[in-house]
């Protein structure tokens, strides 16, 4: 079956440092999504990118979908401490279903 | 408050009985699923509404599990006799279609405890 893989699991970067999550499926995805989940919230939305080869930037964060819609990266530049939390890819089939990846846990010190 | 609301947010229930969930998503938002997440892992699909229509379902999930949504707005999820492997946060999203991007907002989910 499908399956959405991200590594890696745990990243502890030095506040300033930059930090890189990766997500590879298994299968062509219609679009990809970022989410952002604090300690104890919920996945909060970051970004979709749906065209072959899309770089989008939030500020820090700059997202890329792979050519073959098969892989995506999450980067933050100089991170800080409020960047602290879990990262998820959501890769979505042409069904509307979408697949997690097991996320990033990012860890910043300060 | 607009957001995608869950109750009850904590759930402490004796393995083999039945409990029952329900999610508030968005008013007029026509997508609703529900997720379930495990510690250290991320959000796993269950199933997924348009208006009142189930058009996905996990494979994953056995007959103990059932979701409505009879009037396209509000949703339950059920599962009957719940196993120790239960235990776990479920989470309802809500999305409005043909939105772009056709983001998902959480709500801060039910945490189900099977003793």
């Known amino acids: 079956g499908q399956q959405v893989m991200q590594i890696p699991q745990y990243q502890h970067v030095q506040e300033g440092e930059d930090f890189t999550t990766y997500c590879n499926s298994s299968t062509t995805l219609s679009n990809i999504q970022w989410y952002k989940q604090r300690p104890g919230g919920h996945p909060v939305f970051l970004i979709q990118l749906v065209k072959s080869g899309e770089v989008k930037k939030q500020k820090r964060l700059t997202f890329q979908f792979g050519e073959a819609k098969k892989n995506s990266s999450l980067h933050i530049t100089a991170t800080q401490t409020t960047d602290v939390g879990t990262y998820f890819c959501a890769g979505r089939n042409n069904f509307n279903k979408f697949y997690f990846g097991s996320g990033t846990k990012l860890n910043v010190k300060p | 408050d607009t957001g995608v609301s869950q109750d009850p947010r904590h759930k402490i229930t004796k393995r083999g009985q039945n409990v029952t969930f329900r999610c508030d998503p968005i008013s007029e938002h026509n997508r609703l699923y529900w997720y379930r997440q495990t510690l250290g892992q991320g959000p796993e699909f269950l199933t997924y509404?348009?208006?009142?229509?189930?058009?996905?379902k996990s494979r994953l999930l056995s007959d103990r599990f059932s979701a409505e949504r009879p009037k396209g707005s509000f949703s339950t999820l059920e599962i009957q006799r719940t196993e120790q492997g239960d235990s776990a946060m479920y989470l309802c999203a809500s999305s409005p279609s043909g939105g772009r991007p056709d983001t998902q907002y959480f709500g801060p989910g039910t945490r189900l405890t099977v003793l």
């Open positions: 509404f348009q208006n009142e229509a189930q058009l996905e």
